[in-house]
């Protein structure tokens, strides 16, 4: 089968196309038939040596691409019996050193997939799992009551319009810093107030929030600026840790690391097949067009996910 691989760091062109065995899954374990695979940053990071320069990637001769996968399943392993051959899943490959999903097939725990949604196509549903989990983990370490206030940054991103949505559902009012013509699309997913990025944030917020919103989620990794909004006391979600400020003000500091976690996605599949989630492709290439899709997503300006099919 066709998986890509990276030999040694670099730009999009160090992406290379191996030729490797179908894995077998072993115990507790299925292996999907790739239908799609979206396009993350943490892929940029592992192609061009970040996750190994910070120590987060064990010395290998060659580095698996891709975490998110949507596909049907064709090989099940032993005591594997969640899933039934055939079934429409969803999954998050979330060890480094394990095949990527940026082939024709992957192998991965059953506790790591869940049910794809049945109102999306694969290329939709390839969107979900990274940026749904982590999203929703954000929310859960917010820990924020009905009526509280959520400063979303990066709002007009995948894991960011997620959450939005997320929020919504659970009563939390938001503030959304995107870009100023993505004010329109941001509210439509229930931002309670818009500001632009380019405005100075703290001041933007605490003239809506006064004394600071309860809790930031900085998912566009802006770090003090978007702390400087948060009340004494409240909780920052940062989900890259070297861009973390300090606790400054009595308040928490939490990286949020996103796992695998079958039940929680499968919640999330849920709530798009009940038309609360809203799932957005930017494009989808072919796989053999990964190294054109780095570059794309390196150059910024993606609205939703870029999406690879085998």
Known sequence: MRAAIVRRFGGPEVIEFADLPVPEPGPGQVRIRVAAAAVNRIDLSTRDGKLAHAGLLAPADSYALGWDVAGEID??????????????????????????????????????????????????????????????????LADLRRG????????????????LQLAALHGIRTVAVAAPEDQKFVESLGATWFVPRTAPISAAVRAMV?????????????????????????????????????????????????????????????????????????????????????????????????????
């Open 75 to 140: 090989a099940l392993g032993p005591d594997a019996t969640r899933f039934p051959l055939g079934a429409r899943v969803i999954g998050l490959r979330d060890v480094l050193s394990a095949p990527g999903t940026y082939a024709d097939y992957v192998v991965l725990d059953e506790a790591a997939v869940a049910p794809a949604p049945a109102t999306a196509s694969a290329a939709e549903a390839a969107t979900l799992p990274m940026a749904g989990l982590t999203a929703t983990r954000s929310l859960t």
């Open 148 to 163: 509280e206030t959520l400063l979303v940054t990066g709002a007009a991103g995948s894991v960011g319009g997620v959450l």
């Open 210 to 310: 006064p004394g600071g919103v309860d809790a930031v989620v900085d998912a566009a990794v802006i770090g003090v600026p978007a702390h400087e909004a948060l009340r004494g006391g409240g909780t920052f979600i940062a989900l890259v840790a070297p861009f973390a400020p300090p606790p400054l003000r009595g308040t928490r500091v939490i990286v949020q690391e996103v796992y695998a976690d079958g039940p929680r996605l499968t919640e999330l599949s849920a709530l798009t097949d009940a038309g609360l989630l809203t799932l957005r492709v930017a494009a989808t290439l072919p796989l053999t067009a990964a190294a054109e899709a780095h570059t794309r997503l390196a150059a910024g300006g993606i609205r939703g996910r870029l999406v690879l099919t085998p």
